[in-house]
């Protein structure tokens, strides 16, 4: 088995078990997909995107620099110069310098903000070096390089109320038509080096969109080019200029631009605004390496000698506890650990790669509820043991791959990052509400009297995501709220309560959901307001059940 090494660049992607799914126009995070058609790919806004520039990535997967291109050094500076990395973005600024109250606005609270300038440099530290270096290979202004700050403050697993994550700040249709991979196991757009060639492949599609104005295509990457060239078209019809400064665009878009002129002013001399850069060698700081299969992460980060956490933020792509059994089949790992981690990757029997249980499907099993016990997918499962349907028969096996750890251990999995989120402490009392068929946000915070913001937040969640049937979600609920006045006063159970939503089936009365949710009656009613005595099927109703005695 051979090992291929290369500095920030895509590898030969390999199969062992297949998972198929992707799914993104661009988005901002606030600081606080290739077609498979023969026709000509469009942007967001419907315009046909150009072909790919030599050196472009406009698949993901398109063209494997040399060597020597990866490394990427500039030749006049020395990468053992502390501060190198900064020198060599300064000397490849070509945006052009606007003394305007929006950028000095901006500049302000860069300057009486140091310590979130600090935290972004800390954060950028892994990354910026190959974003840089990915920039000059295509011949673009690098003040692009510092777009993440803008986007994302350089936080890898940032995700936004209107769904765009990572870096660069993808939604999943913009993500998906730029080739990036989205599903159960993995998510291209929080891949550093997936995402950040597919963010360069639309701003060069922007800027040839507006003959090379970098500010209208900035513009455009925060709200859509047809949103750009909607206020393009009513200036010209009332006479005006239609250079970014004079256009009339939403109140976010209209900060974007000025906030990313400002960061590059504020880098090329910090010193002028009282403050100081981080030191930033000029070298890379990871290097990707062919795992040519799937890998179980705690497995890898074992092998690489590194903490499971650096392994997932080198590799933020992956969701679960192992990388996607369909690929990628690469992993970024610090320079300095990819001899000894190839060594051992080299000498590791196929066979534990990933631990695989053995399981006897029982009479009433469904592949759904197997795929939950094991924290998997009917997707996985079919995959796995070759189903081409939901059908199987008990006395049979299934193979289910399982990870080598408890799952606590892959502290920045998706699973992991929203326990801690939702474990968070906000003020007030805490729920639990178990997602019912049918459920969507705005019915489950209304009935907590908490707005539907508020509660994708508590749950690391965008207010357009779809819930599934079983999904916990967190509840706050003030003093003062429904919540606690719905409720016998001074309950002890109030903590161990779960508010759930059920609807009501033919055939139920008050009396039988009661005694099925070991709740009495006049709760039901003073819950829901009720005065009859008759339900209709399909009507919902609320209930606050004891979790401590319920299996729902």
Not at 33 to 46: F, I, K, V
Not at 470 to 482: A, D, E, I, M
Request: hydrophobic share 35%.
């Amino acid at each position: 088995m051979t090992f291929l090494v290369k500095i920030g660049l895509f590898l030969p992607i390999l199969t062992v078990l297949g998972l198929n799914g992707c799914g993104g126009t661009l988005a901002t995070h606030q600081p606080v997909a290739e077609p498979t058609t023969e026709e000509p790919r469009q942007d967001p806004a419907g315009q046909p995107l150009p072909a790919p520039r030599e050196g472009s990535r406009s698949t993901g997967l398109a063209q494997q620099p040399t060597a020597e291109q990866t490394t990427g050094e500039p030749v006049a500076l020395s990468p053992s110069a502390p501060s190198a990395l900064w020198e060599r973005i300064r000397q490849g600024y070509r945006l052009p310098i606007r003394d305007k109250p929006r950028v000095q606005r901006e500049v302000n609270w860069y300057a009486s903000h140091p310590d979130y300038l600090t935290r972004i440099q800390e954060r950028a530290r892994p990354y910026l070096y190959f974003i840089v270096k990915e920039t000059e290979k295509r011949d673009l202004p690098l003040e692009l390089a510092l777009l993440p700050i803008v986007e994302s403050a350089f936080q890898p697993f940032a995700y936004s109320p209107g769904r765009a994550a990572g870096l660069w700040q993808f939604i999943p249709s913009t993500g998906k038509l730029y080739g990036l991979k989205q599903n159960w196991w993995y998510d291209g757009r929080r891949d550093v080096v997936a995402a950040t060639h597919a963010a360069l492949d639309y701003l060069q599609s922007l800027a040839d969109q507006f003959d090379g104005n970098w500010e209208l295509a900035l513009a455009s990457y925060n709200s859509g080019a047809g949103t750009v060239r909607n206020a393009i078209r009513s200036n010209k019809k009332r006479g005006k200029p239609t250079d970014f400064w004079t256009l009339d665009l939403p109140r976010e878009t209209e900060g974007y631009v000025p906030r990313l002129l400002a960061i590059a002013q504020v880098i090329e001399n910090p010193a002028k605004y009282g403050l100081s850069l981080s030191p930033l060698p000029n070298q890379p700081f990871f290097g990707t390496v062919n795992i040519e299969g799937q890998l179980d992460l705690a497995l890898a980060a074992e092998m690489a000698e590194i903490s499971i956490e650096e392994l997932y933020r080198l590799n933020p792509g992956f969701n679960r506890w192992a990388t996607d059994p369909q690929g990628p089949h690469r992993l970024n790992l610090p320079l300095e650990k990819i001899e000894g981690f190839s060594e051992q990757l080299a000498q590791l029997d196929p066979k534990s790669r990933v631990k695989w249980e053995r399981y006897q499907i029982r009479s009433g099993d469904n592949l759904g509820s197997i795929a939950r016990k094991y924290g998997t997918t009917i997707g996985v499962l079919q995959q796995a043991n070759q189903l081409k349907g939901n059908r199987i028969r008990a006395g049979r096996h299934l193979l289910i791959p399982v990870s080598t750890r408890h799952l606590n251990h892959y502290a920045l999995s998706t699973e992991q990052r929203q326990t801690k989120l939702q474990n968070t402490q906000r003020g007030g009392s805490k729920t639990i509400h178990r997602v019912l068929k049918g459920d969507t946000l705005w019915d489950i915070s209304r009935s907590h009297q908490v707005g539907p913001n508020e509660l994708a937040r508590w749950n690391g969640m965008s207010p357009k995501d779809t819930l599934q049937p079983g999904q916990k979600l967190v509840v706050w609920s003030r003093n003062g709220s429904r919540l606690n006045t719905a409720l016998p006063n001074s309950n002890p159970l109030i903590k161990t309560r779960s508010s759930v939503r059920y609807r009501v089936r033919k055939g139920d009365s008050l009396h039988r959901i009661a005694n099925r949710f070991n709740v009495t009656v006049t709760d039901l009613r003073k819950w829901n307001t009720l005065s009859g005595r008759y339900l209709k099927p399909g009507q919902r109703l609320q209930l606050y059940v004891d979790v401590r005695e319920q299996t729902l």
